[in-house]
């Protein structure tokens, strides 16, 4: 792994260090989104999803039952074609935001349920493994074919400017921030927000102190520039001033006492599917 003072590490970070970038959608989809975003006030039902998150996600969402999901598949597959139908440039905009968070974690679902076989085994060990799975254009929502990418990179990130998304969708990776077990609402988007990034970076496998370094999840070094850049909301000067405001007492206590002599390491990235 590699190690960084943190002082220097800002500057780095804010290159995404190798991670694609956060850049407007194009298209007849970026005026539908305007539209939508400036004086859409139509609401989206998720609570189809919300059922099947509190059917199917294990271990606080560190798992998927992508087999079990075979039962409900039926329903599944409605909430999709919801989602492919649905109306972008009616909905207010905390709306838009919510339906393309919960829109990214369900479509990663369906992308692993394609690989699960009659016996309730899988064709694949890790998303990996399906090629072009994060860029491949196979994913309807409001009548457009998306790429996972474009909901994260040309969506969600550059228009929402919320570091915090990085803790509300799911890769269905081990390594990947837990999969709420819950749907997003509009109505409370900003508490579960704040909800899955404490989650997040409270718990040791993401965040924690290890031979006097702060040992970080590998999100914050790919994205690391969406935590301290100033357009997006909620952000701090520094990496670890994000860090302290949502980790555990023992975490902040560390970098208060460290200050700017803080050396970060990050974890290794493990891609194997979160099933159970």
């Known amino acids: 792994m590699n190690r960084f003072v943190l002082g220097a590490l800002v500057g780095a970070l804010a290159t995404g260090c190798g991670a694609p970038r956060a850049s407007p959608i194009v298209g007849d989809i970026s005026s539908v ?21 509190l059917a199917y996600a294990q271990d606080g969402g560190h798992r998927f039952d992508y087999a079990g999901l075979k039962q409900d598949e039926e329903k599944f597959e409605a909430y999709l074609s919801r989602l492919a139908s649905a109306d972008l440039g009616s909905l207010a905009a905390d709306e838009i935001q919510t339906l393309f968070l919960n829109a990214y974690n369900a479509h990663i679902v369906r992308d692993i349920f394609e690989h699960v076989i009659e016996d309730g085994s899988y064709t694949i060990a890790s998303i990996r493994d399906i090629p072009d799975v994060f860029k491949r254009e196979t994913h309807v929502v409001g009548g457009f074919e998306l790429s996972l990418d474009n909901m994260e990179h040309n969506i969600l990130r550059p228009i929402f400017k919320d570091p915090r998304v990085h803790f509300a969708i799911n890769c269905a990776s081990s390594s990947c921030p837990p999969l709420p077990v819950r749907a997003f609402e509009a109505a409370r988007l900003d508490e579960q927000l704040d909800e899955v990034t404490r989650a997040t970076l409270e718990n040791p496998d993401y965040i924690s102190v290890e031979e006097g370094a702060l040992l ?22 520094t990496l670890q001033a994000y860090i302290a405001k949502y980790s555990s007492e023992e975490v902040a206590s560390f970098i208060e006492e460290k200050g700017g002599n803080l050396t970060v390491r990050f974890r290794n990235y493990n891609w194997a599917l979160n099933r159970p």
Do not use: C, Q
Request: net charge negative; aromatic share 14%.
């Open 33 to 53: 989104l305007e539209r939508g975003i400036a004086n859409g006030t139509g609401s989206f039902d998720h609570s189809a999803w919300d059922e099947l998150l």
């Open 216 to 237: 970080a999840t590998k999100i914050m070094e790919w994205y690391g520039g969406d935590f301290v850049n100033p357009a997006f909301e909620g952000s701090e000067k």
